[in-house]
């Protein structure tokens, strides 16, 4: 693997926390330049110059810390480009400083973290209502689901139950149910119908707003698509020539639902 | 009034906008970075023979305003929604005193919504009262998420929002419209909360909560909240103009609102001009839910439709719809 498959893998770790989504498919990475002797630079951007600051953060700040951990990427910058508070949050992840040091705002909700929960907690959920929908197309009965392991989901939809245990392993919840709560403990068979009801609206939010986000980034950057080449990219390095287009294949069309 | 198919649909479109986001008018690439932000969503969702230029759309004149809403378009009423952000803006974007003498010059056609901030303190109490004397105002618009100074936002539970909310209920103002949409505005919190709109309308049970966007890309925050206080309503805008590019996605979503809020609380509004009233009108009309999702979200019948078009709104507006 060369120096530039290795980043470009670990970015594809990277997720927006709200869309739940890797950064690599939603078009969110750029640039990467692979410098000469050492020296990775990564560029992202976002769909809206407004984008949500907190969230921006996060993953600027994932990016930083999934590239430097490529054993010899050296000295490692990633920037964030076009929003209205690159400079601060640029400046902020490289000092590794905090969010809530990094901008001085008397209002601020500084804790990262417990929003970084909140929507570990709804991807969760939204991969349960897959799971769920996934196990009643193979024919599993409705009935059975309260009752159902994690295990015997995954022999009917083993991409379904692998997508909850991710989940839950972000979340460090550990339970041997197919469907359970942030708790892990199981929903049981009164409750579960409304949870996944909930859980279907949750899902229709998430998909819904990262295609609203994939066209909103491709409208903002049509016009540096139109003017990329792939020379520019052999112009980025004198490694590896980068071959990436400036947007994934197919871009601007719904994304498959992820497993 | 729009007809189709034999039924006729009056309509009163919920949320519209006379801006100056113009290069003059603007003070900083906030403002900047605003306009453009609203174009990319204009360009992004609009069909292509609907589609204006960066300049055009940046300030528009009044005569294309009606006749983009009453002329082509199919609106009986519009409300015109208060936009100041004038930390942003030299004039502000519309204020209640630009968008009420476009009224006066088009009688009938439009009702004004004014705004508050409640960091403005005793003297905006004392403000609000002279723009409602001046204007007579049915409702306000507000942006918990609008920069003051130093500050990035408010939430409607401070306790001196409950001191304007207080004064709303005492001069009539009854109809609360809130942003709570998509991102166009700088914010360091999370500023599509929608749990202090649930505060709110617990401890105000005479006013109306319009919660504009549907609280996208929070839909199901706003569905949670909106299932358990019946003094909450959704405002389509932002959601219609999926209609046009991503038509399963608009299915879903006027489905889950039908299921967990109904159809008496959904109000249309195009948000023109980042969108217009007439295909929007056209399209939903038109709109069925798929064959392959009617399973899970059943139909929009012509009834709903015309309650979320215009009936629901009059409701709310006191409007007497024409027979």
Avoid at chain 1, 22 to 47: A, C, M
Avoid at chain 1, 207 to 229: H, I, M, P, V, W
Wanted: one cysteine or more; aromatic letters at 12%.
């Amino acid at each position: 693997m060369t120096l530039l498959s290795e980043v470009t893998a670990a970015l594809s770790s990277v997720r927006d926390p709200e869309l739940d989504r890797p950064v690599t498919d939603l078009g969110f990475v750029s640039r990467i330049t692979v410098k000469i002797p050492s020296g990775v630079r990564v560029e992202l951007r976002l769909p809206t110059y407004f984008c949500a600051p907190n969230f921006a953060w996060l993953m600027v700040a994932d990016a930083r810390d999934a590239v430097a951990a490529v054993p010899g990427a050296g000295q490692v910058e990633v920037v964030l480009l076009d929003h209205f508070v690159s400079s601060e949050i640029n400046a902020g992840v490289a000092a590794a400083s905090s969010f809530a040091d990094s901008f001085s705002s008397d209002d601020l909700d500084s804790s990262l973290a417990s929003l970084r929960t909140t929507f570990e907690r709804k991807a969760h959920l939204a991969a349960s209502e897959r799971l769920a929908r996934a196990l009643l197309a193979s024919g599993v009965p409705a009935a059975s689901l309260p009752s159902l392991s994690l295990a015997a989901a995954s022999s009917s939809s083993p991409a379904g139950a692998a997508a909850v245990a991710r989940r839950r392993e972000r979340l460090g919840i550990v339970s041997s149910w197919a469907f359970c709560d942030d708790r892990g403990d199981p929903i049981d068979a009164a409750r579960l119908p409304q949870w996944l009801r909930f859980a279907r609206t949750v899902r229709v939010s998430i998909d819904g707003n990262a295609g609203f986000c994939q066209g909103l980034l491709e409208t903002r950057y049509r016009a540096e698509r139109a003017k990329y080449s792939p020379q520019d990219d052999q112009n980025l390095t004198t490694a590896t020539p980068w071959t990436s287009p400036w947007l994934p294949q197919g871009y601007g069309k719904d994304l498959p639902a992820e497993a | 009034m729009y007809s189709k198919d034999g039924v006729d649909y009056y309509i009163i479109d919920g949320h519209t906008h006379f801006w100056d986001g113009s290069p003059a008018n603007q003070i900083n690439r906030y403002g900047e970075g605003f306009i453009k932000c609203f174009h990319d969503y204009h360009s992004n969702l609009s069909p292509d023979e609907y589609q204006w230029s960066l300049p055009e759309f940046e300030r528009y004149s009044e005569e294309k305003m009606i006749h983009d809403l009453f002329e082509v378009g199919y609106d009986d009423l519009a409300i015109l929604q208060s936009t100041y952000l004038t930390d942003w803006f030299v004039n502000g974007f519309n204020t209640t005193a630009q968008n009420g003498s476009l009224a006066e010059r088009n009688p009938g056609r439009f009702i004004v919504n004014g705004r508050f901030d409640p960091r403005d303190g005793e003297a905006g109490l004392e403000k609000l009262e002279r723009l409602h004397e001046r204007w007579q105002l049915p409702g306000v618009k507000l942006y918990t998420a609008e920069w003051k100074g130093d500050s990035k936002g408010w939430k409607l539970s401070d306790p001196w929002a409950y001191r304007y909310l207080e004064k709303c209920l005492s001069l009539g103002i009854r109809n609360i419209h809130v942003h709570k949409g998509p991102t166009v505005y700088p914010m360091n919190r999370d500023a599509f909360d929608v749990a202090d709109v649930d505060d709110a309308a617990t401890a105000f049970p005479d006013l109306r909560f319009i919660v504009e966007h549907v609280g996208l890309p929070r839909l199901e925050d706003f569905c949670w909240i909106a299932t358990q206080e019946p003094n909450v309503y959704g405002g389509l805008a932002v959601a219609m103009p999926f209609l046009h590019s991503r038509p399963r996605y608009f299915a879903q979503i006027i489905g889950e609102l039908l299921y967990w809020i109904g159809e008496d609380r959904i109000l249309f509004g195009s948000d023109y001009a980042i969108w217009q009233p007439k295909w929007l009108v056209e399209k939903f009309v038109d709109f069925q839910i798929p064959d392959d999702l009617q399973g899970e979200y059943g139909v929009l019948t012509p009834d709903a439709k015309r309650k979320i078009l215009g009936l629901n709104a009059a409701g709310l507006y006191d409007i007497k719809v024409p027979a």
